[in-house]
């Protein structure tokens, strides 16, 4: 089955760290863009991070630059996101989501995405 | 960054109704414009990437349409199923933004 499934979410306080896990399967992952998008309580989505097929290109938002970092394991057909110094405001349902271009080396429609986990931040 | 912003923020329409969703970008971004549909509880799901095409799979009630700074989501014929807050994303310049989300209701 294709599908990607995130696990790593959880309860942490200001100024923290968690790492959050997306497993890939049913499709080539190491071909394809990986993307994080997030989505506070009621609000709406917010792009955090992508990281292309390779590595080699990667890109953050500016309200996670310098405390998230992405990565990914292409011989374990996970992604990842490492987040540290956690503030109240990065309170929110994380998803990974593949980029539906093979090859592509930056954002773009992202036509698959995981069920999310939940990652609060609070005393 | 490029802001996206979609009008109206929510609407309420019958079954088999036209509705129609507008997407404005505060600078030229070409075609590079996705709509999403998140029903509640759930994940994001794509449904016309590069501003008017339809993702595999789709209904085809659903279209997309414009260029440059305007663009329109329209669904022909209202669903029960299509009950959910859509989404448009542009990709032209990083960072990619969302727009603010169009929740649709059933009267």
């Known amino acids: 089955e294709v599908q990607l499934v995130e696990s790593g979410g959880g309860l942490v306080k200001p100024g923290g760290s968690l790492r959050l896990s997306c497993a890939a399967s049913?499709?080539?992952?190491?071909?394809?863009?990986m993307n994080w998008v997030r989505q506070a309580p009621g609000k709406g989505l917010e792009w955090v991070s992508s990281?292309?097929?390779?590595?080699?290109?990667?890109y953050y938002a500016d309200s996670v630059k310098g405390r998230f970092t992405i990565s990914r394991d292409n011989a374990k057909n996970s992604l990842y996101l490492q987040m540290n110094s956690l503030r109240a405001e990065d309170t929110a349902v994380y998803y990974c989501?593949?980029?539906?271009?093979?090859?592509?080396?930056?954002?773009?429609?992202?036509?698959?995405w995981g069920q999310g986990t939940m990652v609060t931040v609070s005393s | 960054d490029i802001q996206m912003t979609q009008s109206p923020s929510s609407l309420s329409a019958s079954v088999g109704d036209r509705v129609t969703i507008t997407c404005q970008a505060s600078q030229d971004i070409s075609n590079y414009l996705n709509w999403y549909q998140q029903r509640p509880g759930k994940a994001p799901k794509l449904l016309i990437y590069?501003?008017?095409n339809l993702e595999t799979g789709v209904p085809s009630r659903f279209s997309g349409s414009g260029s440059g700074t305007d663009f329109t989501f329209t669904i022909s014929s209202l669903q029960p199923e299509d009950i959910a807050t859509y989404y448009c994303?542009?990709?032209?310049?990083?960072?990619?933004?969302f727009g603010q989300g169009t929740k649709v209701e059933i009267e």
């Open positions: 590069d501003a008017s």
């Open positions: 990281v292309s097929s390779s590595s080699s290109y990667i």
């Open positions: 989501a593949r980029v539906s271009i093979v090859g592509a080396t930056g954002p773009g429609a992202l036509d698959m």
């Open positions: 049913g499709f080539t992952f190491s071909t394809y863009s």
């Open positions: 994303q542009q990709y032209d310049n990083l960072p990619p933004t």
